[in-house]
């Protein structure tokens, strides 16, 4: 059973920086989509980063420039100039790459069990 832990998260002021990791396990597809979503209280989930397999990755607007997305055993996000608005529980995810990596969570088949992180003003 493909199993996904994030840690790192935790709480951190307006233009911090704080980087969440994904170990990711028995899982064996050499293509991949590996990416990050994540959870507002009141809010859907949402698209924040993905890399692929070729090392390709892509970053929602709202954290362009501000995030990282990278991996080598374990995935990794770096974020920078935290805003409050970034508060939510971050979430990994990784599936087969069928043909395309997207930011929608609906080609996520494997999912972490979430880690809260919290920007203060």
């Known amino acids: 059973e493909v199993q996904l832990v994030e840690s790192g998260g935790g709480s951190v002021q307006a233009g911090g920086s704080l980087r969440v990791s994904c170990a990711v396990s028995?899982?064996?597809?050499?293509?991949?989509?590996m990416g990050w979503f994540r959870q507002a209280p009141g809010k859907e989930r949402e698209g924040v980063a993905f890399?692929?397999?070729?090392g390709s990755s892509r970053y929602a607007d709202f954290v362009k420039g501000r995030f990282t997305v990278s991996k080598d055993n374990t995935l990794y996000l770096q974020m920078n100039s935290l805003k409050p608005e970034d508060t939510a529980i971050y979430y990994c995810?990784?599936?087969?790459?069928?043909?395309?990596?997207?930011?929608?969570?609906?080609?996520?088949?494997?999912w972490g069990q979430g880690i809260q992180v919290t920007v203060s003003s």
């Open positions: 995810a990784a599936d087969a790459l069928w043909s395309r990596c997207r930011l929608d969570r609906r080609d996520f088949a494997y």
């Open positions: 028995r899982f064996y597809d050499v293509r991949y989509c």
């Open positions: 890399i692929d397999s070729y």
